[in-house]
């Protein structure tokens, strides 16, 4: 028997009331709800299925790339199948921070997909289940509870909540959103990482870092060469370590704009981390898998024995081993498939927004999801109220309140997904709009 999606929110709701008296008080901090894990258990507990529940909610706020299931699926049973796959080093244990082929196999895979600019050396790897895991384990390494990472905004919410639940170590919101600047409304300012620093140094904070999206996560921003340079210089100027996360780094669909920082000089290695997973490039969340590289031998040499919490289990490490070092079929069919059909559901977002006069922040394919302004009261008010009216249709789509965006009105939709799932979410979406214009003489601002 299906539990309706409000019922699964408020079970979720009652158990965490129940048992946050009998926790620790950094357990009863991190047990509370924030909006990501409230809304994905509602949306997951109801969610649409053109034959079984036609009713349900589509899901276009997560950013999630399912282009490629059927490619996947014949993949994933084609490396399990080989006669190398089975090995008795499974029954065992085994290196937590990666196994030794596996790590050699992503160091080849990082050199060729990155452009790095010098030899990346598997021993300055470590694999954890996740970058979620990973961002947890630079927050122990780099910093003490209490500390903060500068951190520009707009941003993911889970970078937050990745580094505070169990690390205690939080962002420092640098508001680097200028939604009148048409040409390239989230440019990198090292002038305001510099202001905020001195910020929270008068707040008695210790900044320990910055932490860099790229491309961007929500608005899609690509950082130039010059960007990613000033910001590792402001970095070396100021003696603090800087990420860089770049997830997103394959869904560039092909183009010559992405720069990865390991392409590039870095004037400041001991303190420059790079991190990257399986789960938006590849589609592959359920693999959990991440991988961090840093230069710092000390690092390094902490990451593995947090690696001992979040290993990966050497099965889905083997899996993982024969995708990625099958370089004909990743350049011949895995992403000339991805981007082609990337391309297609970019379309059918891109041909409503335009119908609908909705602005977006940048309108380069780069990531897996669009970022536009659709509130013309540009109040927080007026923007839950939008949100809401969306859910009431059966669509959830990311408000910009929850990624600490302080101009209201922005939300993001990705479109990485099946093309009929993408039609269906559309056809709400417009409905609601139109609506919304019908009854109150709505105007999507221009």
């Not at 499974?90 to 895979?109: E, M, N, P």
């Not at 122990?140 to 580094?163: E, H, I, N, S, W």
């Not at 050497?314 to 081993?321: D, G, R």
Request: glycine share 6%; hydrophobic share 40%; proline share 4%.
């Amino acid at each position: 028997m299906q539990v309706s999606a409000d019922d699964a929110i408020m079970q979720h709701s009652v158990k965490q009331e129940r048992c946050v008296q009998m926790l620790s008080k950094r357990a009863q901090k991190a047990v509370q709800g924030e909006f990501l894990e409230t809304y994905f258990i509602k949306v997951s507990a109801n969610s649409y299925d053109s034959d079984t529940n036609p009713q349900g909610y589509i899901n276009l706020g997560t950013a999630e790339n399912k282009l490629c299931e059927d490619l996947w699926l014949n993949k994933i049973a084609e490396v399990s199948g080989s006669a190398n796959f089975v090995s008795q080093d499974f029954l065992y244990y085994y290196a937590c921070h990666g196994l030794d082929r596996v790590r050699k196999t992503f160091s080849q895979f990082i050199e060729e997909r990155f452009k790095s600019k010098v030899k990346i050396e598997e021993e300055k790897l470590v694999l954890m289940d996740g970058v979620t895991a990973i961002l947890n384990a630079l927050a122990f390494t780099l910093a003490d509870v209490g500390d903060v990472f500068l951190c520009p905004t707009p941003a993911y919410t889970r970078l937050k909540y990745d580094m505070l639940d169990i690390g205690g170590v939080d962002i420092y919101e640098v508001p680097m959103f200028d939604r009148e600047s048409s040409d390239d409304p989230c440019k990198m300012r090292t002038d305001l990482l510099g202001s905020y620093l001195q910020r929270a140094k008068k707040d008695g904070l210790t900044v320990r870092g910055v932490i860099i999206t790229n491309p961007h996560n929500p608005t899609g921003k690509v950082y130039t060469k010059q960007e990613l340079a000033e910001v590792m210089e402001f970095c070396k100027r100021e003696d603090l370590h800087v990420i860089f996360d770049e997830i997103y780094a394959l869904s560039t669909q092909g183009q010559d704009c992405f720069t990865s920082v390991l392409s590039m000089p870095i004037p400041d290695p001991d303190k420059t981390h790079f991190i990257w997973g399986l789960s938006k490039d590849f589609g592959l969340s359920g693999f959990r898998c991440g991988v961090v590289y840093s230069h710092d031998v000390r690092v390094i040499n902490h990451l593995k024995k947090m690696a001992m919490f979040c290993s990966i289990p050497a099965p889905t490490q083997m899996l993982i081993n024969g995708i990625l070092s099958d370089t004909e079929w990743l350049n011949n069919t895995y992403f000339p498939t991805y981007y082609n059909r990337a391309k297609e559901t970019y379309k059918l977002v891109k041909d409503v927004l335009d119908e609908l006069n909705i602005p977006t922040a940048y309108s380069c394919r780069n990531v897996i999801f669009f970022w536009m302004d659709l509130s013309q009261e540009r109040t927080s008010e007026e923007e839950m109220k939008l949100f809401n009216m969306f859910m009431e249709a059966g669509l959830f789509v990311y408000p910009g309140k929850e990624m600490f965006c302080q101009v209201p009105g922005w939300f993001r939709l990705a479109f990485t997904l099946p093309k009929q799932y993408v039609q269906e979410g559309l056809q709400r979406f417009r409905a609601v709009l139109i609506k919304l214009q019908q009854r109150e003489s709505y105007m999507c601002p221009k």
